[in-house]
């Protein structure tokens, strides 16, 4: 079992940054394939950046390139998302999510983890 817990998000006006915390407890770390996603009501689950199982690729939702940074600290059990240069549609609830055998064809896909935090807001205002 994993358990994860965000943290960092909060209010910031357009043009801001936050850095966005998982930290994860439980079977090991490493291993998993490790993603943020961020929902806004009424619309499905979205990907915004992740790792494939062994860390070594990151893949993000074209949006955000170039404006977010998804790195993981495997000897601390945590992984972070910087995000700069906020605009309003960024405004939404982050999950962190890991999930076990996550292929990367399905790396972007919500149904593929099977570990979710209970998400942080991020409020992004003009």
């Known amino acids: 079992q994993v358990q994860l817990v965000e943290s960092g998000g909060g209010s910031v006006q357009v043009g801001g940054s936050l850095r966005l915390s998982c930290a994860a407890s439980g079977r090991a770390f490493s291993g998993y394939a490790m993603g943020w996603f961020r929902q806004v009501p009424g619309k499905e689950r979205e990907f915004v950046a992740g790792?494939?199982?062994?860390?070594?690729?990151?893949y993000y939702q074209e949006s955000v390139k170039g404006r977010f940074t998804i790195s993981r600290d495997n000897a601390n059990y945590a992984m972070y998302l910087q995000m700069n240069s906020l605009k309003s549609e960024d405004t939404a609830l982050y999950y962190c999510a890991a999930g076990a055998g996550v292929i990367t064809s399905s790396l972007r896909r919500p149904s593929a983890y099977g570990y979710w935090g209970q998400g942080t807001q991020v409020t992004v205002s003009s």
């Open positions: 790792f494939s199982r062994t860390g070594g690729y990151t």
